[in-house]
């Protein structure tokens, strides 16, 4: 069973699963999770619990034993693992396949783990466990979801907020879920009657929202200017080093440049699955790919060149107006430069 940590609280009303697989990249929505199934085990008659950190320092037989204790007067426990972000090994995934084998109903095991990839989705490891119980996706809302995501906690903690100030919280909050829920327990406070509107929100928060070098290129190959330009200019008062976005932008070019070079002998379909290009991405490289052509890339390429070589040499100049224009030029649709 799937489900999205959305989803998790009204789950454990209609049902405790005997294996709680939480992975995702975002912290509040793992760290939400877990005290939601804790909370709910504890009401259940669980009465201990046990973590343990999965590293190749880690005694299993540790583990063996927790799972292992069932009498009439051994306490139900929760077990969690929290997995390394380098992913799953062959010895690990030997380990979790053989606890997976000792779970029985006086023990409630959680497994904690960062994004997973596709290969980890099929691994024999993650299907036999997933089997048994829940998987909570606790992946960060996109700029698509984040309204949605925003309107739910609105409505958890009883605010009502306009159509305007969801977009606002979902901007100034963006990438950002911890600053988000702190700042809606503070307009709780303000606002007994729960009502939000633009001037309740401006006179009240700050912005917090936090954006990376993979924000700004999803937003290039968008072809969205104005947010890769709200990204960028964030970026730079932040003094992120330009040499990092150059690098990120680098690669996405590069690639897209071999994309578009395939496109003459093969369809669009043929260089996702090549380039092994995730479904939630191919909307965006699709709309790259339709204003971009070889030649166009090439050219801006040159341009990021330059650009780091100003960031590396010149030192009295600043290249962050490059950025800026290539900013510009990626988004522009059929551009010539």
């Known amino acids: 069973m799937r489900i999205f940590a959305d989803r998790l609280a009204e789950q454990l009303v209609k049902q405790l699963h005997p294996i709680y697989l939480i992975f995702g990249n975002e912290p509040l929505l793992l760290q939400e999770s877990r005290e939601a199934i804790q909370q709910t085990a504890f009401a259940h008659g669980f009465e201990e619990r046990h973590r343990f950190a999965v590293s190749s320092n880690l005694d299993w037989n540790q583990v063996y034993d927790c799972c292992q204790a069932m009498s009439l007067f051994s306490a139900k426990q929760v077990i969690e693992l929290e997995l390394p972000e380098t992913g799953v090994n062959a010895a690990i995934a030997k380990e979790l396949l053989a606890v997976a084998e000792l779970i029985h109903p006086d023990v409630l095991l959680v497994i904690i783990g960062s994004k997973l990839t596709k290969a980890q989705e099929s691994a024999k ?4 466990l997933s089997s048994q119980g829940c998987w909570v996706n606790c992946l960060t809302p996109d700029i ?4 949605q995501f925003v309107q739910q906690r609105c409505r958890k903690m009883g605010l009502q907020p306009d159509q305007e100030a969801v977009q606002m919280l979902a901007q100034w909050h963006e990438g950002n879920l911890f600053a988000l829920s702190q700042s809606l327990e503070k307009l709780v406070l303000l606002y007994p009657d729960g009502q939000l509107n633009l001037v309740r929100l401006e006179h009240a928060l700050s912005r917090h ?9 999803d937003a290039l190959l968008a072809g969205k200017a104005k947010r890769s330009q709200r990204i960028l200019r964030q970026l730079e008062a932040e003094g992120i080093e330009s040499v990092i976005l150059i690098r990120t932008l680098q690669k996405e070019l590069t690639q897209l440049f071999a994309m578009a070079s395939l496109l003459n002998s093969q369809t669009l379909a043929q260089v996702f699955e090549q380039y092994r290009i995730w479904q939630s991405k191919r909307p965006l490289y699709s709309a790259a790919l339709q204003r ?3 030649s166009l890339l090439a050219k801006q390429l040159q341009l990021l060149a330059q650009a780091e070589i100003t960031a590396k040499t010149q030192y009295e100049i600043s290249c962050w107006p490059l950025l800026h224009q290539l900013s510009c030029q990626i988004c522009l649709p059929q551009v010539r430069i």
Not at 144 to 147: A, G, S, V
Not at 209 to 216: E, L, P, R, S, Y
């Open 292 to 294: 971009l052509n070889p």
């Open 125 to 128: 490891w993650f299907k036999a």
């Open 144 to 147: 698509q979801r984040l309204p």
């Open 209 to 217: 929202n936090h954006f990376t070098a993979f924000h700004w290129v």
